[in-house]
């Protein structure tokens, strides 16, 4: 579904990425795994387009989406959920989800999945995203992202900072939508034990590339955590 291929990102001087190559496959929960700082939310911001790549290709469904405008990736069929969660404070949870419908009005259908997931924003519509709690405002995102009904959704951190109760839900619905909804998904998370929970293959990254990517059947856990420094 996704292959991403030797890409180079630069900060400025700063050389962040330095050859990724990686692939989320049909239907597939992948996590990535990695130290601060190692590349992985640039990773992430380079297959959005929000950060381009000097060299490099990422293929979505056979389309090569390298220069793609970052907001044409969404209606591609990619949901991304960033670290920080990024919603806007003094909108509604209403108007925080109907930033990230494309055309025309809101789906009943589409809404009324979302509340099956997070009956709480249900209750909370009217209110504004900043007045929500840490673990709100996590569903929120998600919300917005999975409005428009991803065939990858990509989350970056979505259990950080998150009560034992919150993370086990955001969990719950991650896999829910792997096995109702048949959506990939490709999620960043420093939580070792959680990665290990969700998904069905495991990357690490180290110095902007990647070392490590085994599916879970098959994972040499003693190497893992060498990678982690655990």
Same mark, same amino acid.
Do not use: W
């Given at each position: ?44 911001? $380079? ?5 381009? !790549? ?27 959920? !960033?670290?920080?969660? #990024? ?17 025309? !009005?809101?789906? &009943? ?35 917005? $992202? ?11 951190? !979505? ?16 896999? #829910?939508?792997?096995?109702? &909804? &048949?959506?990939?998904?490709? %999620? ?12 069905? #293959? ?16 098959? %994972?040499?856990? $003693? ?8």
């Amino acid at each position: 579904m996704l292959q991403v291929s030797d890409i180079h990102v630069y900060y400025g001087k700063s050389y962040i990425l330095q050859g990724v190559s990686l692939a989320v496959h049909e239907g597939e929960l992948t996590g990535m795994l990695g130290r601060n700082g190692v590349g992985k939310t640039t990773t992430l911001r $380079a297959i959005m387009g929000l950060n381009r !790549p000097r060299r490099g290709r990422i293929v979505f469904r056979e389309q090569d989406i390298t220069r793609i405008p970052p907001h044409r990736i969404p209606r591609l069929g990619i949901g991304y959920v !960033p670290q920080g969660r #990024r919603i806007f404070p003094r909108l509604t949870v209403m108007e925080n989800i109907a930033t990230s419908v494309v055309k025309g !009005p809101i789906q &009943k259908e589409m809404l009324e999945e979302i509340f099956s997931y997070f009956p709480i924003l249900k209750e909370r519509q009217r209110q504004q995203g900043g007045t929500l709690s840490g673990g709100e405002q996590q569903m929120l995102a998600i919300a917005r $992202a999975i409005i428009t009904g991803p065939k990858l959704l990509i989350l970056d951190e !979505p259990t950080e900072g998150l009560m034992p109760l919150m993370v086990d839900l955001i969990k719950s619905t991650i896999r #829910r939508l792997n096995s109702e &909804k &048949k959506v990939s998904v490709l %999620l960043v998370e420093q939580n070792l034990d959680t990665a290990l929970e969700v998904c069905e #293959r495991i990357m690490v990254m180290e110095k902007g590339s990647i070392k490590y990517n085994e599916r879970i059947q098959d %994972l040499d856990k $003693a190497r893992l955590m060498q990678y982690l420094g655990v």
